[in-house]
């Protein structure tokens, strides 16, 4: 079944409550899937440095010494802050390709989350609010985030398989529903280069965006695209450094909501995940058409 959640503020002084806001709309969404749940935040950009967000299922083993051995292999300042299972590694962004290759080098067992300029995700099986609570993502400030909640239909119930998932810098996308032609949709991107962790159809879906932005296209017309080459039921909502997508697919069985104000757009599987943010009351409120793309960016 699943439950999304979404919020891209237009207003600068929400940006501290980020991600209290967003804890609170993916909390609301629980029961639309208990087994996993997981937040993309995008905060402020750090001058010249980049992050990659990393998990392990042993951290005070994986994460200790890590920030000296990358250091010298990289030949650069890196930092390293623990966030229980996670820890958001900080380097200069002329080093972040080398700084993946170097954690796979380094601690294979590592499994990479996000990076790039901005976007931190944590992700873990369990509850929404134990997720939110372990990362004090509530305390966490930012542009724009996404979240979900999953109930597993298309493959275990692991941390990897949890949502978002992200496949290119900056960029995430969380799902409900189910595509039917993403193995042979895999193979296609594997031939131009996208690397695959999981089975998961939904990670299918985030490689195919990245791939067609890689050819030069925003997430509007990434999104665009997808009515056509993405076979099954979605509702994804999807998040890059500056941008926020929501797209349905023809039919539209999904359940979604959209909130605009001057302050933010917000997203939910159900109005129950809005009724807490600022406002609502005279918020614009509609249901998203089917195969129609709907997009904001700073």
């Known amino acids: ?141 930012g542009t724009h985030g996404i979240g979900h909640t999953r109930m597993a239909t298309e493959s275990a119930v692991t941390t990897l398989g949890a949502h978002p998932f992200s496949t290119g810098a900056d960029q995430c996308l969380v799902h409900n529903g189910s595509l039917s032609n993403h193995n042979n949709l895999r193979r296609e991107l594997k031939h131009q280069g996208m690397r695959f962790e999981t089975e998961n159809d939904s990670e299918v879906a985030a490689a195919y965006l990245t791939a067609e932005m890689a050819k030069g296209k925003n997430l509007g017309e990434a999104l665009e695209g997808a009515v056509d080459d993405l076979d099954g039921f979605f509702t994804f909502v999807v998040g890059t450094k500056s941008g926020f997508g929501v797209l349905r697919d023809a039919i539209a069985c999904k359940p979604a909501i959209l909130a605009e104000t001057d302050q933010y757009v917000a997203f939910g599987s159900e109005y129950r995940a809005l009724v807490n943010l600022p406002g609502i009351d005279n918020a614009r409120i509609w249901e998203p058409e089917p195969a129609t793309v709907y997009f904001w960016e700073h």
Not at 82 to 109: N, Q, Y
Not at 113 to 125: L, Q, V
């Open 1 to 141: 079944m699943c439950g999304i959640v979404g919020l891209f503020l237009k207003d600068k002084s929400l940006e501290p409550q980020l991600g209290a806001l967003l804890s609170t709309m993916l909390v609301t969404m629980t029961d639309r899937g208990p087994d996993s749940a997981g937040i993309a935040i995008y905060g402020a950009a750090d001058g010249d440095d980049a992050k990659i967000t990393i998990q392990s299922a042993t951290p005070a083993k994986d994460f200790a010494g890590l920030e000296v051995e990358l250091e010298r292999l990289l030949g650069a300042a890196v930092t390293i802050e623990a966030k229980s299972t996670h820890a958001v590694i900080s380097l200069p962004r002329g080093k972040l390709e080398a700084g993946r290759a170097a954690l796979s080098e380094l601690r294979p067992d590592i499994r990479i989350m996000s990076s790039g300029d901005t976007i931190e995700i944590y992700k873990e099986t369990g509850l929404p609010k134990d997720v939110v609570s372990r990362f004090a993502v509530a305390s966490m400030s």
